[in-house]
C-alpha cells in the first residue's frame, strides 16, 4: 500500500471532493481519481460513492480513515520530536570537568553554548582527572574534561590544548621585574603547591632539581594557589589557563624555565556516538 494513495486517501476524506483535494495535493483531479481507484482494490473495498451529485466516503472509508489519522498523528508527533531535538538537543548535557578547568574555561564555554542551545539542561560535576575518567567511562557523564590522562579502560582521549606554566609572584616580589624566572631562582621562596597527589604538581615539582624550594602551603585548587600568592604568602608555577580566567590584582606572571608543560584533554567513552549536544560544546571549547 503505497504512501502516495494513503495521502490522497486522506485528502480526500478532508474535503470531501476530488477537485479540492487534487489542489492541496498539487496534482489533477484525474490523477486523484485514479489513486481512489488503486486504493479501492488494495484494500479490497468501496471508499467513495455519489449521493445526490455529492461525493460520500462509505462506512468502510470512515472506518479505514480513523486508522489512517491515528497514523498520521504519529507521524506529526515524530516529526515535531525531530523538530525538538534539532533545536534543543536529545535531553540533558552531562560534563565532567576537573575543577581548575570548570573554574576557568566553563563559564564562557557555557555562555558560547547558550547562544545556540538556550534552553537545554547541562549539568557539570567536578573531580579530579582520575574521577572524571571513571564517570565518563561509565556514562555517567557524556565528556570530560581533564588534565591527566591514567589508565582508566573505556575511554578515547583528544588532546585539547597544551601551554608552558608560569610562575606567579606578588606584585612587590624581588623577581616580578624578572624576563624569565628559573627553577633557581625559587631556591628559599615560600612556595605554595598543590596537594600531593594531584596529577598536575608531578611535573612542576620535577622541574626542581635540586629542590631547595620551602613549600609551607598546599592547597587543593590551581585558583586557591594564585588567589594566595596575591595576598603575598608565597610564589608558585601554575597552569596559565587558570591565571588568565582569574585576572587578580597584586600578582605578577612570568615565564617559567624549564618548560613545564600543562595539557587539557576531551574525554569521551569508547564506542559512543557524539550528540549534537556534545558537538556543539565541544566546538565551543576549541573556539576559545
Not at 125 to 153: E, Q
Not at 192 to 221: C, E, H, M, W
Request: glycine share 6%; proline share 5%.
Amino acid at each position: 500500500m503505497r504512501w502516495k494513495l494513503i495521502e490522497t486517501f486522506r485528502a480526500v476524506m478532508l474535503t470531501r471532493s476530488m477537485t479540492v483535494a487534487a489542489d492541496e495535493l498539487h496534482t489533477s483531479q484525474s490523477n486523484v481519481s485514479r489513486a481512489i481507484g488503486q486504493l479501492e482494490t488494495a484494500v479490497g473495498f468501496r471508499l467513495f460513492v455519489r449521493l445526490g451529485g455529492r461525493l460520500a466516503p462509505t462506512p468502510e472509508a470512515e472506518a479505514f480513515f480513523q486508522s489512517v489519522q491515528r497514523w498520521f498523528l504519529g507521524m506529526e508527533a515524530l516529526t515535531d520530536s525531530a523538530k525538538q531535538i534539532r533545536e534543543v538537543g536529545a535531553g540533558t548535557l552531562r560534563i565532567g570537568a576537573v575543577a581548575s578547568l570548570a573554574m576557568s574555561v566553563m563559564p564562557e564555554a557555557m555562555r558560547a553554548f547558550r547562544r545556540r542551545y538556550p534552553d537545554t539542561p547541562v549539568s557539570i560535576h567536578t573531580g579530579d582527572s582520575s574521577t572524571v575518567a571513571k564517570w565518563t567511562a561509565n556514562r555517567y557523564v557524556d565528556l570530560g574534561l581533564v588534565t591527566n590522562l591514567d589508565d582508566t579502560p573505556g575511554l578515547q582521549s583528544r588532546l585539547w590544548a597544551e601551554e608552558n606554566g608560569v610562575c606567579i609572584v606578588p606584585s612587590g616580589h624581588r623577581l616580578a621585574r624578572k624576563r624569565v624566572v628559573l627553577s633557581s631562582d625559587l631556591d628559599d621562596e615560600s612556595f605554595i603547591s598543590l596537594n600531593k597527589g594531584d596529577g598536575t604538581r608531578v611535573p612542576i615539582d620535577a622541574a626542581f632539581s635540586p629542590d631547595r624550594r620551602r613549600q609551607t602551603i598546599d592547597a587543593p585548587y590551581s585558583a586557591v594557589v594564585c588567589r594566595m600568592v596575591s595576598f603575598g604568602l608565597g610564589v608558585s608555577v601554575v597552569n596559565p589557563l587558570v591565571v588568565r580566567h582569574l585576572d587578580l590584582a597584586g600578582m605578577k606572571v612570568l615565564p617559567f624555565e624549564p618548560h613545564v608543560k600543562f595539557a587539557r584533554y576531551i574525554i569521551t567513552a569508547q564506542q559512543q556516538a557524539a550528540s549534537a549536544l556534545m558537538t556543539e560544546f565541544v566546538a565551543c571549547l576549541d573556539g576559545m
